[in-house]
Nanobody, 122 residues
Framework: VQLQACGGGLVQAGGSLRLSCAAS????????MGWFRQAPGKEREFVAG????????YYADSVKGRFTISRDNAKNTVYLQMNSLKPEDTAVYYC????????????????WGQGTQVTVSS
């Protein structure tokens, strides 16, 4: 599976962005998907995950209520809608695919996208 993330950019605090991650291959619907982020000088951390069917979603406490993960298996794409953005959300955001249903850790990820920069100004 090859993953291509896009949608990052510069936004003011309180604004919104929608990230997309397009996957190649014919087995996208077999994978759980997730979004992770890495800020400068910090370790990569889990942001949101979604099961292969889209029926289950998981969020880090820091983004719960502000971010929404979704997927369209017909389009081989997973999305991350980010609302009420804060400066502390600034990071490179990565999408990942894995075979473990609960995509909530780096260890669960098998394939990684290249990352897209999100910068939130105060």
């Amino acid at each position: 599976v090859q993953l291509q993330a896009c949608g990052g950019g510069l936004v003011q605090a309180g604004g919104s962005l929608r990230l997309s991650c397009a996957a190649s291959g014919h087995t996208f619907s077999s994978y759980a998907m997730g979004w992770f982020r890495q800020a400068p000088g910090k370790e990569r951390e889990f942001v949101a995950g979604i099961s292969w069917s889209g029926g289950s979603t998981y969020y880090a406490d820091s983004v719960k209520g502000r971010f929404t993960i979704s997927r369209d298996n017909a389009k081989n794409t997973v999305y991350l809608q980010m609302n009420s953005l804060k400066p502390e959300d600034t990071a490179v955001y990565y999408c990942a695919a894995g075979v473990i249903a609960t995509m909530t850790s780096i260890e669960a990820a098998k394939y990684w996208g290249q990352g897209t920069q999100v910068t939130v100004s105060s």
